[in-house]
């Protein structure tokens, strides 16, 4: 079993900051790209940022210069910095890993959703 628990969401006015983190647990061998992705109401989820291993990022057009992935890998945990939130970042955020497990090869997870709220 494994498990993405996400925390941080929460209400901010424009031009706010946010820190969010997704922790994995479980029976994890290793991990490899870790990412966040959004999905605001009556719309399609959507990446906003990715890491890999190596900690190569990689980012939405909407928020580059804006927002910043991280990861730490002793702790199995990836982050995102969130600052100068706009109302269009109004969303769920999710995280999702990309996890090997012994015997069961690789296969993507993800977290229960976070709400990040920015208020005008």
């Known amino acids: 079993q494994v498990q993405l628990v996400e925390s941080g969401g929460g209400l901010v006015q424009t031009g706010g900051s946010l820190r969010l983190s997704c922790a994995a647990s479980?029976?994890?061998?290793?991990?490899?790209?870790m990412g966040w992705y959004r999905q605001a109401p009556g719309k399609q989820r959507e990446l906003v940022a990715a890491?890999?291993?190596?900690?190569?990022?990689n980012y939405a057009d909407s928020v580059k210069g804006r927002f910043t992935i991280s990861r730490d890998n002793a702790k199995n945990t990836v982050y995102l910095q969130m600052d100068s939130l706009k109302p269009e970042d109004t969303a769920v955020y999710y995280c999702?890993?990309?996890?090997?497990?012994?015997?069961?090869?690789?296969?993507?997870?993800w977290g229960q959703g976070t709400q990040v709220t920015v208020s005008s």
């Open positions: 479980g029976s994890i061998f290793s991990i490899n790209d």
């Open positions: 999702n890993a990309y996890i090997y497990r012994l015997g069961r090869g690789t296969s993507i997870h």
């Open positions: 890491i890999t291993s190596g900690g190569v990022t």
